[in-house]
Structures are given as C-alpha cells and as structure tokens.
C-alpha cells in the first residue's frame, strides 16, 4: 500500500501521542512535532506508510532520548493477554476446530494497537471475534498448505497480541516456527523482550525486522528478507503493518482485523471486520 492524504494526520497524531510519552519536556514535544510536520512536509506518495512510521518514531526517539516510549504499556500488555492465557487455551481445548479457534483468537489479540487504537477493551474483543466469521477468509487454502508444511515463518505484530499468537503457535504441532519480532523498539511492537514474557522462549526460533534504524534487521520490502519469506514451506502475517508493506507478495497469508478505514477500504471489508487473506496486488 502506498501512503495517501488521510495518513498525514494520523502521522501527526502518533507523534504527539507517542512524543508525550517519552518525554514530560514540552520544548521537545514541540520539537518532535515541527520535525515531523517538516517531514511530511516533503512526504513521497510513492512509499509506505510504515515506511513514513519509522522515520516519525525515530524522530521521538532521538529528541526525547527515550529509546522505548511504550516500555511499560508493552509489560502491562504482556500480563493482561497472560491473565486470559488459560481462559483463551480453554476456549481452543473445547473447539470442534482447534486451529480454526486458535486463529479467531490470535487475529482478536489485533485489537491492541497503539498505532491506530487509543482506547479497546481486550475481553470484549475476544468475544466479538468468537461469535463472527471471517468476512473474507483463504483458510481452505491455508489448511492445504499447512498439511505439507514443515517450517512457518510467523511475522509477529504487537506485544500482548503476542499472548495470542502464543496459542495459535501451540497448535501447530510439530511444525517448525520461526517467529519474526522487531530488532528494536516502535509503537509497542513486539520485540525479544516480549517474547520472554509471553512464554515463547524456546517455542520458536527467532529472527528479526527492522525498526527503521541501522543494526535491528532488515526492512519488509529488503530483497533478502523476501528472499527467506519465499523459501519457507508457509509464511503467516499478522496486523496491518506487515500488510501495508507486504500486501502485494501473494504466498504471504494475512492476519489482522480492519482497524483503518484506508485499509479496510483496500481490502474491501468494513473498519472492525476480521480478514484472513492471501496477499494481491490492488
């Protein structure tokens, strides 16, 4: 997906929400703000909107000094999808379709999204989703593929969301996973550190994307990156971000509940509906 008008408020808004996060100074807050009004100022039209993200959070990062704005709002995250743990493993172990639950459950866990969401109530979320089919779904598709499949790439999303990407890992048996998280710290991305928390260690193996600075992974749209997405036997993506960057490499299946309006939009399904899809060129 490429970047369009109502993206430049939206851009706004995480920095200022994210800028009064890392700091309580507002001359940088001021900062933060004029610098990313600079930035879109001179915004291409040709790329992403994770692309544009990057270089938005990199600016609050290096003019607050807060390497990890959303630090606590990750841990705290992290031990409310652990609270619902049993309950969600629960709901999977009484399924006629265990994957088919566990798939509701990992794509409900999309609600926790500081990039689009300011306020959401988890519980309520995951029942919702339980109670609603896939407005537009490639799970026969996804269960062939499966059947042969030896090694999943898994790209993961957003801490807590984590929790439930942990039950939907679990039930793939004696599959092996290659969990992809952020090699650093953006939004409340998952990054190492969650997966700790979210009792992942040693469940999968581990690789890493890009946060938009040097030394945390390649980017999405990186040739080898996409080079390793092709050679696996299933790549699973999870969340917007990784489809607005990755939409467009069809062996890819995506993961995520409709949050944005452009994106729902290009889907062709409403805001709040729950998709589980193959990726095309649109």
């Known amino acids: 997906m490429r970047v369009n008008l109502d993206c430049v408020p939206c851009f706004m808004q995480q920095a200022l929400k994210t800028a009064k996060l890392a700091t309580d100074d507002e001359r940088k807050q001021e900062q933060i703000l004029r610098e990313t009004a600079a930035l879109l100022h001179e915004l291409s039209y040709g790329c992403?909107?994770?692309?544009?993200?990057?270089q938005?959070?990199?600016?609050?990062r290096r003019v607050s000094g807060n390497p990890d704005p959303y630090s606590k709002i990750k841990s705290h995250d992290n031990k409310l999808a652990l609270r619902l743990y049993p309950w969600l493993k629960k709901q999977v172990s009484q399924s006629d379709d265990p994957i088919y639950t566990a798939l509701k459950l990992a794509v409900a866990g999309n609600i926790i999204d500081y990039g689009v969401n300011h306020v959401f109530d988890v519980e309520e979320t995951v029942k919702r989703v339980l109670g609603v089919d896939f407005a537009l779904d490639s799970l026969d598709e996804f269960r062939q593929e499966l059947e042969k499949a030896r090694q999943i790439?898994?790209?993961?999303?957003?801490?807590?969301?984590?929790?439930?990407?942990?039950?939907?890992?679990?039930?793939?048996?004696?599959?092996r996973v290659t969990l992809v998280v952020k090699g650093?710290?953006?939004?409340?991305?998952?990054?190492?550190g969650d997966v700790r928390e979210a009792g992942l260690t040693g469940k999968v193996e581990l690789d890493y994307m890009g946060n938009g600075m040097p030394g945390t992974g390649p980017e999405r749209t990186d040739p080898v990156f996409l080079k390793k997405l092709k050679k696996a036997d299933l790549v699973l993506s999870k969340g917007q971000g990784?489809?607005?960057?990755?939409?467009?490499?069809?062996?890819?299946?995506f993961l995520l509940m409709a949050k944005c309006p452009l994106i729902a939009k290009h889907i062709g399904v409403g805001v709040g509906d729950i998709v589980f899809i193959r990726g095309f060129n649109r």
């Open 48 to 54: 992403s909107p994770p692309h544009i993200a990057h």
């Open 56 to 60: 938005v959070h990199e600016i609050v």
């Open 153 to 175: 790439i898994y790209l993961a999303d957003n801490a807590g969301e984590i929790v439930f990407d942990r039950v939907l890992i679990e039930e793939l048996d004696d599959i």
């Open 184 to 192: 650093g710290p953006i939004i409340n991305d998952a990054t190492v």
């Open 242 to 253: 990784n489809f607005e960057g990755l939409n467009e490499q069809d062996y890819i299946f």
